[in-house]
């Protein structure tokens, strides 16, 4: 409690900016656009943030039922009616509004593009590793063929040489016939 009287206890709200966009998965709500453009109501909301956390903390250490927590929630409850407050008055401006609502179409199409433009950049590394495989297999097709190529075809190597007589079938000391007085 002391911390927070004492502004000791600090939660930064995110400053919705084009970085903050591109982190973000989700488009920019409507509170954190007027916040941005409106300073009373990035201060009140920052105070519900800080008063939020404080209950939170109390509701963990203490439990719901501590003196303490029961004080912190009307704290929270009070802050988060003059976010409310305010977020209505800022509303009711309709330059605000409009530019609440170009704030957060641009962050709903950002986050869009982004999104589309991961899923590009995956399918192109899907392609590529697909690209990458059809090579290898190429490759080792190629290879198959050079072997089945570069083999020597044993049986039909022996069968030339047996009908060429280079290479002697049968036995080595075979007998030696004469037909009309040649040896054959």
């Given at each position: 409690?002391?911390?927070?009287?004492?502004?000791?206890?600090?939660?930064?709200?995110?400053?919705?900016?084009?970085?903050?966009?591109?982190?973000?998965?989700t488009p920019l709500s409507e509170i954190d656009s007027f916040?941005?453009?409106d300073e009373v109501l990035a201060h009140l909301q920052n105070e519900f943030l800080n008063a939020k956390a404080y209950h939170e903390r109390l509701v963990r250490?203490?439990?719901?039922?501590?003196?303490?927590?029961?004080?912190?929630?009307?704290?929270m409850d009070s802050a988060w009616c003059a976010m409310q407050t305010r977020l209505?008055?800022?509303?009711?401006?309709?330059?605000?509004?409009a530019k609440a609502q170009n704030m957060m179409r641009a962050s709903a199409r950002k986050i869009k593009e982004n999104k589309e433009e991961k899923e590009k950049k995956k399918a192109l590394a899907l392609a590529h590793k697909m690209q990458m495989l059809q090579h290898v297999k190429n490759m080792k097709r190629a290879q198959n063929i050079?072997?089945?190529r570069d083999k020597i075809p044993f049986?039909?190597?022996?069968?030339?040489?047996?009908?060429?007589?280079?290479?002697?079938?049968g036995l080595h000391n075979r007998p030696q016939y004469q037909y009309a007085g040649h040896a054959a």
């Amino acid at each position: 409690m002391n911390e927070m009287a004492k502004g000791e206890l600090v939660i930064a709200t995110p400053a919705p900016s084009d970085d903050f966009v591109e982190k973000c998965q989700t488009p920019l709500s409507e509170i954190d656009s007027f916040a941005s453009m409106d300073e009373v109501l990035a201060h009140l909301q920052n105070e519900f943030l800080n008063a939020k956390a404080y209950h939170e903390r109390l509701v963990r250490e203490n439990g719901a039922d501590d003196a303490m927590t029961e004080v912190a929630a009307d704290m929270m409850d009070s802050a988060w009616c003059a976010m409310q407050t305010r977020l209505m008055e800022v509303r009711a401006s309709r330059e605000m509004m409009a530019k609440a609502q170009n704030m957060m179409r641009a962050s709903a199409r950002k986050i869009k593009e982004n999104k589309e433009e991961k899923e590009k950049k995956k399918a192109l590394a899907l392609a590529h590793k697909m690209q990458m495989l059809q090579h290898v297999k190429n490759m080792k097709r190629a290879q198959n063929i050079r072997k089945e190529r570069d083999k020597i075809p044993f049986f039909e190597v022996v069968f030339l040489l047996m009908m060429f007589k280079l290479l002697p079938a049968g036995l080595h000391n075979r007998p030696q016939y004469q037909y009309a007085g040649h040896a054959a």
